[in-house]
């Protein structure tokens, strides 16, 4: 992908509108400021789950940032209604939770939703890769100046062997 492109498609996700849904407005704020400092500029919160289809209908989010446990609608509720009125529209939806329970998640995702702790384990994944490259790199780095450093001391030695070898057939000539 050249670097035209790939601007070209950074620009169209930045213009993307993105909905959070969460009933803590820490948690919304933190969101808010994470995304506005990424370039999002097309975003919308409520901290009221119940407000979640309305906004849909007036907002058209490309993606929803969804908290599942809320007070009135939790977001499993949220889910099933948002399949329900919209069945024919992919609508990427991450659920935040910090329940890590199996049922949960199980749950969440047969609802439609796409977790955020699986994004989160493969980036972690994806940071310990990284981790075990820069270790093998700095081993190789070290075992690669251990070799420099022997390479040395034999040319070293050669030198200095050349150089007696050179006297004592200049001494065989002049004696």
Partial sequence: MNTTQWQSDLVAYVKMKILIVDD????????EDMLSEQGYTHLKSTTDSRRVSE??????????????FMPYLDGFSVLD??????????????????????????????????????????????RRIHQLLDNRRAAL?????????????????????????HRVLEDAKGG
Avoid at 24 to 31: G, S
Avoid at 55 to 68: A, G, N
Avoid at 83 to 88: H, K, N, Q, V
Avoid at 146 to 155: C, I, K, M, Y
């Fill in 24 to 31: 803590e407005p820490t948690n919304v704020a933190l969101l």
């Fill in 141 to 165: 780095e070290e075992a690669i100046q251990a070799r420099t450093s022997e390479l040395h001391d034999v040319q070293a030695a050669f030198v200095d062997c050349a150089r007696r070898f």
């Fill in 55 to 68: 906004l849909c209908r007036e907002f058209d989010p490309d993606l929803i940032l969804l908290d599942l």
């Fill in 81 to 126: 209604s948002l399949r329900a009125e919209r069945s024919e529209v992919y609508l990427p939806i991450i659920v935040l939770t910090a329940d890590v329970n199996e049922e949960t998640k199980r749950r969440a995702l047969h609802c439609g939703a796409t977790e955020v702790l699986l994004r989160i384990r493969n980036l972690l994944e994806t």
